[in-house]
């Protein structure tokens, strides 16, 4: 039995011992696990984002450009250029941009030939052959061309390439076109690549503005081409992982949206030293430790998959659950063999011990005698009552069997103090019966009691003690982590802020040794200056106070020893004492400062969206749709406070119906969620809005910005609706008054159409206001006829009023003089011209009369004239005869009288008397008598004239054949005696009044009798023909002619070529003159003198 | 010996004509005086044309002148005489019942010398012949050379 006994607690020390061990470093090792996944998991998710976000941006980017086209009439090639350049520059992962216009086989030539003359010479339309070299490309209903492409330079193989040609890329084409989506492919090579790397192309379709694409219908209808955006998948992700140093963190980027062959996208390996890492499979990667997340891009799912590489976990491998497995393992063996050292004195012990029982029952400390092997051989009540076991429970254990929760140093320390001094004093964790653990203080010693060594131990209890102990440690054991994490910066600040400890990293990126920082004061140095001191120091003097609660994380700038300053995110505990009173502040710390500038860099595109929406003068209101119906009010710009007059800023959170109550009962709620849901933009042109605070009248242009998110843009248009509003008030205005002019008025536009027309204006040329609003003066007849149309195209071409009047005989039967003044005036860009009519016929036909009355007193002036000359000439020239030969007469009277009284013998003067009596006094007269016959002739021809001027005419019908047989009969005895002939030839008819045609007949052919040449035998010829409405007679003699001088005055009155040898009056030429003026005919005559003479008539013919 | 200068009278009307001569004759005026009816006669006599009788070589002319005449008038003769030159020297005296102030100044400014209207008042006309007889011995024959024509 004995030796059993003897052995038993020896192999219990064993069993437990190495039991102990393991479980422990199960414990730490998969605590320390655990640790190492969520560090690992945090780090991967921050590197996700920021590739998202550069992602992000490259999309941005070409819905930028996608705008600028949609907001363009055309864009040239220049235009297009200048506008991307500026993008590629600050996207290192963008390949190209390009304009990829749909176009038609019949369009393909025009195409290509507009690209040569841009200067590009050997422009075709390209695709891959089937060894993969660009040719020509084959004849195709559609090609989609890349037409625009920017940088050229480096890719110059796509420039002509269509990309409709390419499987791939036709499906992302067709795909992208029905939806009106942004679309993606998967993974290509590139047409402008040599090198094996995978692109991947983004399409954002365009259509044809101002048109409906609801449908997919509408959509295939509409299409206009593409604007693409070329990206280099690994420049992207070199351009997104610039601003992450290197974690030693392996990351795949995978397409979840292609077959399962072309997944893999990208890899980037860790950069370990000295290692090449090859991408391993996915399955591989998901056995081990890995993170990953996925994401939209366009319409397709990528995913983001991050995984460590060896280096990393073997970097970040803790040594510390084997170093508790060895350790512990040791303990148990050292621990057995002292317990078979010791066993068998503990009986004697015990006896010893015995009669000190009293004593040591009194104290309040515990006692515990335990022999060499660890057996209990004496215990007082004190210590029963800290373990809670009875006395005679303990005696039956071994100290083993009380669970002292000794660590291994401990255990090793406490041997060897024993060793060596006898004693040891030492504090220990005790289990008690009911499992609570409790602090002890020991103070052990060895003692020699009937030769048998016993070890005496003195137990306190320091639980509570113990309990604020171990907070401490747990914190110092905490601080020791982050100290043992070499990228971060970890500080420990004393109550008054001076650094007590920091580490490595610390004081490395400070640019200080370690020592030389502690019990510096950390505000006043290396914290940026006023605020280290300002701010934050007072903050820490109140967080140390306990008067406010720490903030767990906080960003600051921290100072270098050269100056410059770098960005620290910061943790912070609190350092308490055993007492619990806070003693300093323990923090880490991470630089930022490389990862904000990241992130600004890739905030900058939303910055400047946000800037553009600052500086817009149009108002803004952003919206989110945060469930189907919840459209919720979520920014706004300045513009929109000034044009609302209103700080937006109180709608902020509240729902759309909310916020602007009265637009519950239009459509513009669901306009607004259309947009921000489905992107349907939408604008109107005159919203009228009004509550209590805002009122008027807005433009709005309302599209979405990101998914579920949209913008409203407005314009306030109130004052300019008030413009309107007056424009149609005097409209109205102006057109009452034209409806009720008796002008006309109307308006044509440049090609002639008559836009407006008052009713005066159709009143005057007979017709319907309808009638003329339907007419274009172009084809207006009586706008040719009268001259309108010139004048009307005059003034449009000048652009000066023109005023005429004008004869219009119109189309609608009326015969009016119209005056007419042509206005042309710009209205929006466009000539018109505006035409106020007056009918002043009445007038006009006063005028005429007046007119022609006047010409008639002319003439009848000029006839008088000529009668008044004449009178004072030819009547005067027979008085001066009957006046001076009656004086001879006289004179010839006297001489006989006195010859008489003279001389009383008559015969005497007989010869005297003589010639008196038979020549002078006959000789004056015979002058006497002439003059009074001439005078008499002269005044009865006066007479003839006038009493032609007054006489009534009859006009009918005459049939000249007949008159003039009737004339030459009548001529017949002079012709005859002088041996004239006649010839008349056929005559055509006239009108006039009988009587006096035949006086002119009769007059002509009297001259020409009268004035034929006797030296050689008379011809006269009558003939006549038709000349239009006009019957024209010819007189023709051979006569002895009129030289040219005369020719204007033979029509005089009392005009006589020869008075002496010819008798007349002077009159008939005079007389026929008047006669065929009366007839509204014409009489003239050639001649030639010696040769004869043509005197014609013409007379209207019917 | 100096040939006395020869008066031309160119009147249509006969009966002027007559009055004229006597007048004159009774004024004084000595010479010859020649009579024709219209224009034309007399132009064929300055220019030496026709049948009849020529203007002689060495005799001085005075051209007295009607204006209304038939065939040719007193104006056609005025234009032909001043434009020949010859006979441009030849001193023209109008004598015309018309007293046209605007035919007047016509024929001075064609380079007529004196214009004279035939008045038809009781005795005026006898007086203002008498007085161109006057004005033709005193003022015209005398600055007549035998030279001109």
């Known amino acids: 039995m004995k030796p059993l006994r003897h052995y038993l607690p020896l192999a219990i020390t064993f069993a437990i011992g190495i039991l102990v061990s393991f479980i422990l470093f199960a414990i730490v090792n998969k605590w320390e696990n655990e640790k190492q996944r969520i560090e690992f998991e945090s780090r991967a998710a921050r590197y996700a984002h920021i590739v998202q976000h550069t992602i992000h941006d490259y999309v941005e980017s070409l819905n930028y450009i996608g705008d600028f086209f949609n907001n363009s009439e055309q864009v040239t090639r220049e235009e297009f250029s200048s506008f991307v350049l500026h993008a590629i520059a600050r996207h290192p992962g963008i390949q190209a941009f390009s304009w990829n216009p749909l176009i038609r086989n019949s369009e393909r030539a025009y195409y290509e030939s507009l690209a040569r003359e841009d200067g590009f010479e050997n422009f075709m339309f390209t695709e891959h052959a089937d060894d993969q070299k660009l040719v020509r490309a084959g004849q195709r209903e559609e090609y989609v061309i890349v037409y625009y492409i920017e940088p050229l330079e480096t890719n110059k193989p796509a420039f002509g390439y269509d990309i409709a040609s390419n499987p791939i890329r036709l499906k992302a084409i067709n795909k992208s076109f029905d939806t009106g989506n942004l679309s993606a492919t998967e993974r290509i090579t590139l047409v402008q690549e040599t090198e094996e790397q995978y692109g991947v192309l983004l399409l954002l379709p365009l259509y044809e503005r101002k048109v409906s694409l609801k449908t997919t219908e509408d959509r295939r209808k509409h299409r206009k081409g593409f604007v693409v955006e070329v990206l280099h998948i690994s420049d992207i992700m070199e351009d997104a992982m610039k601003h992450i140093s290197n974690q030693r963190i392996d990351m795949y980027l995978y397409d979840l949206s292609a077959d399962e062959t072309n997944q893999f996208l990208f890899f980037r390996p860790s950069h370990t030293p000295g290692i090449t890492t090859q991408p391993q499979k996915i399955d591989d990667i998901q056995k081990g430790l890995y993170w990953s997340t996925e994401f939209d891009l366009a319409d397709r799912q990528w995913q983001l998959l991050f995984s460590p590489s060896s280096f990393y976990l073997k970097s970040r491998t803790s040594w510390q659950p084997w170093f508790v497995l060895t350790g512990s393992l040791l303990l148990t063996f050292m621990l057995a063999s002292y317990i078979s050292r010791t066993s068998k004195y503990t009986a004697n012990v015990k006896k010893q011990l015995h009669k000190n029982k009293l004593i040591l029952e009194t104290t309040m400390e515990g006692f515990i005698l335990v022999d060499t092997l660890g057996n209990i051989v004496d215990v007082n009540s004190s210590y029963c009552g800290m373990s809670g076991y009875t006395r005679e429970e303990l005696l039956k254990k071994n100290l083993r069997e009380i669970d002292l929760l000794l660590s291994s140093e401990e255990v090793e320390h406490l041997i060897k103090k024993m060793v060596e001094q006898g004693r040891d004093h030492f504090e220990t964790k005790h289990k008690c019966k009911n499992g609570s653990i409790i602090d002890l203080d020991v103070s052990v010693s060895i003692m020699k009691l009937e030769e048998t060594h016993f070890v005496a131990a003195f137990i306190r209890n320091i639980s509570d003690r113990k309990r604020i102990m171990r907070e401490y440690e747990l914190e110092r054991k905490k601080a020791q982590q982050y100290l043992d994490t070499v990228e971060t910066i970890i500080v420990s600040l004393d109550k008054e802020g001076a650094i007590t400890m920091i580490n490595r990293k610390g004081f490395e990126l400070l640019g200080y040794k370690g020592d030389e920082m502690i019990g510096k004061n950390w505000f006043k140095i290396f914290l940026p200056q006023p605020e280290g001191l300002d701010h934050v120091y007072p903050y820490f003097k109140q967080l140390i106070a306990g008067k406010v609660k720490s903030k767990e994380y906080f960003e600051n700038y921290i100072v270098l020893r050269d100056g410059t300053q770098r960005l620290i995110a910061w943790h912070n505990v609190l350092l308490r004492n055993e007492e619990g009173h806070i003693i300093g502040t323990l923090s880490s710390g991470d630089d930022i400062t490389e990862r904000r500038k990241a992130e600004e860099a890739l905030m900058e595109s939303e910055y400047r969206f946000r800037s553009v929406v600052e500086s817009s003068p149009m108002g803004m209101h952003m919206y989110h749709l945060e469930s189907e119906n919840s459209l919720v009010f979520t920014g706004f710009n300045n513009a929109a406070d000034q044009i609302l007059g209103v700080d937006n800023s109180q709608f902020i959170g509240r729902t759309i119906e909310e916020a602007f109550p009265p637009l519950s009962a239009t459509e513009i709620p669901e306009r607004y969620r259309r947009a921000a849901g489905q992107g349907e933009s939408w604008m109107a042109d005159q919203i009228s809005y009004e509550d209590e605070q805002i009122s008027g009248a807005f433009q709005v242009h309302v599209f979405q910005t990101q998914p579920n998110k949209m913008v409203a843009m407005f314009l306030d248009i109130t004052e300019k609706k008030k413009v309107e509003n007056r424009l149609e008030e005097s409209e109205r205005r102006y057109r009452n008054i034209t409806d009720h002019s008796s002008f006309g008025i109307s308006t044509y536009d440049e090609s002639g159409n008559c836009v407006v027309a008052n009713k005066a204006t159709a009143d005057i040329i007979g017709a319907t206001v309808e009638q003329v609003i339907a007419q274009n003066f172009y084809t207006i007849k009586s706008w040719q006829e009268s001259g309108m149309l010139d004048s009307a195209l005059d003034a449009l071409e000048s652009g000066r009023k023109i005023a005429k009047t004008f004869h219009v005989i119109s189309s609608f039967g009326r015969d009016v003089w119209i005056d007419c003044t042509f206005v042309p005036y710009y209205e929006k860009r466009k000539k018109f011209l505006l035409v106020i009519t007056e009918d002043v016929t009445r007038s006009k036909n006063a005028e005429e009369a007046q007119k022609q009355l006047t010409e008639e007193l002319i003439i009848k002036n000029r006839e008088l004239e000529q009668v008044l000359y004449v009178t004072s000439h030819d009547l005067r020239s027979p008085l001066v005869n009957v006046e001076g030969y009656s004086r001879e007469l006289a004179h010839s009277l006297d001489e006989l009288m006195s010859l008489i009284e003279h001389e009383p013998d008559l015969s005497g003067i007989k010869e005297k008397i003589e010639p008196l009596i038979k020549k002078d006094i006959p000789g004056s007269l015979h002058y006497i008598q002439a003059s009074v016959l001439k005078m008499e002739t002269l005044i009865k021809g006066i007479l003839k004239l006038s009493r032609l001027g007054r006489s009534e005419q009859k006009i009918e019908q005459i049939d000249m054949n007949e008159m003039m047989t009737g004339i030459i009969d009548t001529h017949r005895f002079r012709l005859d005696k002088l041996n004239i002939k006649t010839e008349v030839s056929d005559l055509p008819e006239c009108r006039g009044d009988s009587a006096q045609i035949n006086q002119v007949f009769s007059n002509l052919l009297d001259n020409a009798i009268k004035y034929s040449d006797a030296e050689r035998s008379g011809i006269i010829q009558i003939s006549g023909h038709r000349d239009g409405n006009q019957s024209v007679y010819c007189v023709e003699d051979n006569g002895i002619g009129i030289a040219p001088e005369h020719q204007d005055r033979i029509f005089e009155i009392f005009q006589q070529l020869a008075p002496r040898e010819i008798k007349g009056e002077g009159m008939g030429l005079t007389i026929a003159q008047r006669i065929i003026e009366k007839h509204h005919g014409r009489i003239w005559v050639e001649s030639e003198p010696g040769k004869g003479s043509r005197f014609y008539v013409s007379l209207p013919g019917e | ?149």
């Open chain 2, 1 to 149: 010996m100096k040939r006395e200068p020869v008066i031309i009278l160119a009147e249509d009307d006969d009966g002027h004509a007559g009055l004229i001569y006597k007048t004159l004759k009774r004024a004084g005026v000595n010479n010859d005086i020649l009579h024709f009816e219209d224009g034309n006669k007399l132009l064929n006599y300055l220019f030496r044309r026709g049948d009849d009788f020529y203007r002689e070589e060495g005799v001085s002319h005075i051209l007295l002148l009607d204006l209304r005449m038939p065939v040719v008038d007193g104006r056609e003769v005025i234009r032909q005489v001043k434009q020949d030159r010859e006979l441009q020297h030849i001193p023209i005296i109008v004598v015309s019942t018309t007293d046209d102030p605007a035919e007047i100044e016509n024929c001075y400014s064609m380079g007529c010398a004196k214009y004279i209207v035939k008045p038809i008042q009781h005795g005026e006309f006898t007086e203002v012949i008498t007085q161109l007889g006057h004005y033709l011995l005193e003022d015209v024959i005398p600055g007549l050379d035998a030279g001109d024509a």
